[in-house]
């Protein structure tokens, strides 16, 4: 993210429009309209006030006439107590209508993240998203409640106080909305400054989320100990705060002089009123006290909204730089989609064959490929160990087998359907994946197991933990299944969240089973009871296994081995040791 006003004043316009932003409003047009009618009906009758006043000093109390007098006098409490019932109801309705718009907003942005490649999320900050999501989207609460229903009532106030002065002397209004035009000038130069303020700002405050959520995790906490890193990472995060608080005193006190300008004239117009009202009264077409009086009335009623107004269309630009950070989220576009006419299989219909065809891949930047013209068939029901040295391909093959990213070139078919081509859902149900750093939800553990099939009974639950090898620990626990995982399921150890994900995905029955070093944090015992049980449920399910630990392999129905993102052997265990090749040199390196 960048701070220059250059870039933003770039990105701003590409994303940000008036069109789009009052999009964002369409689907509520019925209901804003009524609101809209409310605040000139209630601004109208707040109209009444100035008249009567000017017929009380004028008739009624010149000729002394009390039941005149009372009548006008009971007209303008009528008119405040209707005016106030009008816009308690348009606020509360604004207020409605403006959280629904926000509802939209955050959740058109939430799935629309969800349905953003891998690569989107390894190259962005976790802290970053969640402020675009939390505190960009809360930045524009104000604008979307208060101030959307303070410019429809000020604004309307405006309008109808306007044609009341208008009506009331057009000389002196002549002279009252001369200073329209230069408050306005100044209020949209201070606002232009405080824009490019408000997204330095905004940015920031991602900056410090970021610092949170990294630093004050469970793995921040400890890494922060271990390493007696913890006065500095403080120090980072007094530098981050400081320079926050800098941009917040700048974006609100930017202009502030300038402002002063509009606050001295909007004061002092009610003098310069008077004295040019006092000049008209010893003309040849004098104005009468009254209407000198009410014409203060007015310019007292329309003051107030006017220089709301004017706060708002500053406050309201500062907005714009918000919506430039949430629509350019928004506008990222989606690399991995379904197809218009996706194929659709029923479980029964899976069979679990796995074929790669001259498949490439490479990441952006990239220097090389990850994945060169790998070519392999799998059988159905077999079982592949994909092995091979650090930065061999091995994980990134597992990516695209789970469509985490899509292929530069050539195809992974399941069953003879193209990747690319299946429903997401159907896709989802054929491969199931455990990586070796599985992600458990903040939740029980019978909540995370059954992320991966909500309607599992109890006994299905159990039978996919005991298969895991977790269910004897499970229930040892005071609460059992209903048992807190706790924050990125640090309550269990790196071999128990393993077991944990591999029952989860267990669950699911998918035909094709991918294990990304799936037991790399087991002891040895386990996982070999593991690999039986695995073996007893695999019948018919077709599993491949990326492994560093090779022995974890041996029985594998067949090796596949890596090297600089190709496929450079492949073979049993026994023969690929006997080669003499890149696996047995994997062998010594690993005794």
């Known amino acids: ?221 400890i890494l922060a100990r271990t390493m007696a890193r913890g006065p500095w990472l403080t120090q980072r995060f007094t530098r981050i705060s400081r320079d926050l608080a800098q941009l917040e005193v700048r974006s609100h006190t930017a202009g502030e002089w300038q402002w002063a300008l509009i606050g001295f004239a909007l004061a002092a117009l009610p003098a310069l009123t008077l004295l040019a009202g006092g000049v008209l009264m010893l003309g040849d077409s004098p104005a009468s006290i009254g209407t000198l009086v009410a014409m203060i009335a007015l310019q007292e009623q329309l003051l107030w909204p006017f220089e709301q107004l004017l706060e708002i269309g500053r406050d309201t630009r500062k907005t714009r730089a918000l919506f430039a950070r949430i629509f350019e989220y928004i506008d990222k576009p989606v690399e991995i989609t379904e197809s218009a006419a996706p194929v659709v299989l029923p479980r029964s219909a899976m069979r679990g064959e796995v074929q790669l065809d001259h498949v490439r891949f490479s990441y ?22 994909i092995v091979g040295p650090t930065g061999s391909g091995k994980t990134t093959l597992g990516y695209l087998l789970a469509r985490l990213y899509d292929v530069d070139a050539g195809a992974i078919r399941f069953d003879g359907v193209d990747l690319r081509d299946l429903s997401f859902d159907t896709l989802s149900q054929m491969l199931g994946v455990v990586s070796q750093e599985p992600y458990l939800l903040h939740a029980s553990v019978a909540e995370n197991l059954r992320f991966a099939r909500p309607d599992a009974t109890d006994e299905e639950m159990i039978a996919a933990a005991r298969v895991a090898q977790i269910h004897d620990h499970i229930a040892t626990l005071p609460r059992g299944y209903d048992t807190l995982v706790g924050e990125g399921g640090h309550r269990f150890s790196g071999g128990e969240k393993q077991r944990l994900a591999l029952a989860r995905t267990i669950l699911r029955d998918p035909p094709i089973l991918l294990l990304d070093e799936a037991t790399s944090a087991l002891d040895t015992r386990t996982e070999r009871a593991m690999s039986m049980a695995l073996e007893a449920t695999s019948k018919g399910r077709t599993t491949i296994t990326i492994a560093h630990r090779l022995s974890t392999v041996r029985d594998a129905d067949l090796l596949v081995v890596m090297q600089h993102g190709r496929v450079v052997e492949s073979g049993t265990h026994d023969a690929l040791a006997a080669q003499g090749g890149v696996y047995a040199g994997l062998l010594g390196d690993r005794g």
């Open 1 to 221: 993210m960048t701070d220059d006003p250059e870039d933003y004043d770039d990105l701003a316009a590409r994303h940000v429009s008036m069109r789009r932003v009052l999009g964002l409003f369409a689907p509520y047009r019925k209901r804003l309209a009524g609101v809209a009618l409310l605040m000139v009906l209630a601004s109208a009758i707040g109209l009444a006030g100035p008249f009567l006043l000017r017929a009380i000093i004028d008739v009624a109390v010149p000729q002394q006439d009390l039941p005149m007098l009372v009548w006008l006098a009971g007209g303008m409490i009528a008119a405040a107590l209707v005016s106030a019932g009008i816009g308690a109801l348009q606020t509360v309705l604004s207020a409605r209508i403006g959280q629904a718009i926000l509802h939209d907003l955050r959740v058109r942005l939430y799935a629309h993240l969800q349905s953003l490649s891998l690569r989107f999320f390894t190259g962005t900050r976790s802290g970053e998203v969640q402020s675009r999501i939390a505190g960009d989207i809360a930045g524009l609460q104000a604008l979307m409640t208060d101030t959307a229903n303070d410019l429809g009532r000020s604004l309307s106030a405006v309008l109808m106080t306007a044609v009341a002065i208008v009506l009331l002397d057009w000389r002196l209004a002549l002279f009252v909305l001369l200073i329209v035009p230069v408050t306005v000038l100044i209020s949209a130069r201070v606002a232009q400054l405080r824009e490019a303020l408000t997204f330095q700002q905004q940015a920031r405050a991602a900056d410090m989320s970021a610092a949170v959520q990294e630093t004050l995790s469970t793995s921040g906490i």
């Open 364 to 385: 952006a930047d990239a220097t090389g490929p990850a994945v060169d013209d790998v070519s392999l068939t799998i059988p159905a029901g077999s079982h592949v160990a």
